[in-house]
């Protein structure tokens, strides 16, 4: 060890900047729909499969995490409060 400071500076690197989407290009879910009961759900999705879930004021839900991979936001309203889901 040693009392000194340790300076290191990167190197500069001329890097180019690539833009792969258009802007908005991953769309937000605005108006989420969900399973009428767990029964249905189970239908469309693996056990162990990974979810967020939220709840507020008794009002639950679960976002589905490979759904999310695909659209990056959700915007909800649970438990009566605007909630923004993001992955």
Not at 67 to 78: A, T
Request: glycine letters at 6%; hydrophobic letters at 45%.
């Amino acid at each position: 060890p040693t009392e000194e400071p340790v300076a290191a500076t990167a190197p500069e690197r001329d890097l180019d900047i690539v833009t792969l989407l258009p802007f908005d290009g991953i769309p937000a879910i605005d108006n989420p729909h969900f399973f009428p009961d767990l029964e249905t759900a189970n239908m469309f999705y693996n056990d162990g499969e990974l979810v967020l879930g939220v709840e507020i004021d008794g009002d639950a839900r679960a976002y589905s995490v490979p759904l999310l991979s695909s659209h990056e936001i959700v915007n909800d309203v649970v438990g009566g409060k605007p909630i923004a889901v993001t992955w």
